[in-house]
């Protein structure tokens, strides 16, 4: 293990970042509205991008009459976001890059903010957040979005993220970026003011966590790479999800993208997905009637999204066929 937390690791979604590079690097990712999709909800979200990117290039004539120009698609179809990452990293610092199942997720947000009013005015609570992409779009219709992810290189690069995408969007709702580590239980120890700065600064107040009981929506995008990590999630879970309220368990929902990775396993002596099958052994797909292997762990009940039922809204990345989008709810009957 201790091999494999040195091991150097490159997101294929940083493929064409300049090589060898260390450190922060900024990536301005296109979020474009596919041609199916109807304008009017997007526009509504993005009107003060909309309106910079014309201001940008009003010009005048030779007589000094301005010169309106014509609005292009382009123009209100569109914008960028900024995301500070690193182009490599190690294995316990993954969260400092961009992950394909990120991007995944982000187009999930992105279609349910264009088509829908389900995440209008929701409290909602990012894991593993990452460089926090799609909590950081999701803030444009939600109420309040807090990040959450553990080490503090982690959290001060999500939290420059937060900053550089702070005018995206013509109402953003609040956001804040906080520690979670899932081996520790929930809820976490909220800061009485004793703590050093950089901590202080991620801390849970008691009125944030009052908050988070009221979250309906919950994100995660890779975060299924270590069976030791998958047990600490559901185990989060189990305390952030819990049964004996009706409305908690209608309404509580999390939305979590993973990429399938394949490696020959000497147990198996065959290719297998490194973790995925010791994840899918938490769910029940919906529909499914099976006996938990983990009597003593919470059953979950989920369903695997089509992909096809939404389109790609970042442009710089290829979806392939290994990014699955799971929506996962506490099942009613733990078995």
Known sequence: MDGEDSSEVMSEVHVGCPPHSSGPHISRFTISLPPEVEPSRYNELFEAEAAASVREVLTLDDDGDLVLPRRSKQSTRCFNVTIQHNITSLIPSVGLQVWKAELVLADFVMHKMCTSSDFNGIISLELGAGTGLAGILLSGVAWTVFLTDHGNYILDNCAKNVQLNSGVFSHQGSVHVRDLNWMNPWPPIFSLGNSSASQERYSWNSSEL??????????????????????????????????????????????????????????????????????????????????????????????????????????????????????????????
Not at 212 to 223: E, N
Not at 295 to 306: L, Q, R, Y
């Open 210 to 335: 009052k908050e988070v009981q009221r979250a309906s929506v919950l994100l995660a995008a890779d975060v299924i790479y270590s069976d030791d990590l998958t047990d600490a999630l559901f185990h989060t879970l189990k305390r952030l999800m819990p049964l004996g309220s009706k409305k908690v368990l209608v309404n509580m929902v999390l939305y979590l993208a993973l990429e399938k990775r394949y490696n020959f396993s000497l147990n198996d002596l065959d290719v297998v997905a490194n973790g995925y099958s010791h994840f899918r052994s938490y769910i029940m797909e919906e529909g499914e009637h099976r006996r938990f292997e983990r009597e003593s762990f919470p059953a979950f009940v989920g369903k695997c999204i089509d992909l096809n039922e939404f389109p790609q809204y970042v442009r710089e990345y290829d979806r392939g066929n290994d990014v699955e989008l799971w929506q996962i709810k506490r099942s009613e009957n733990e078995s």
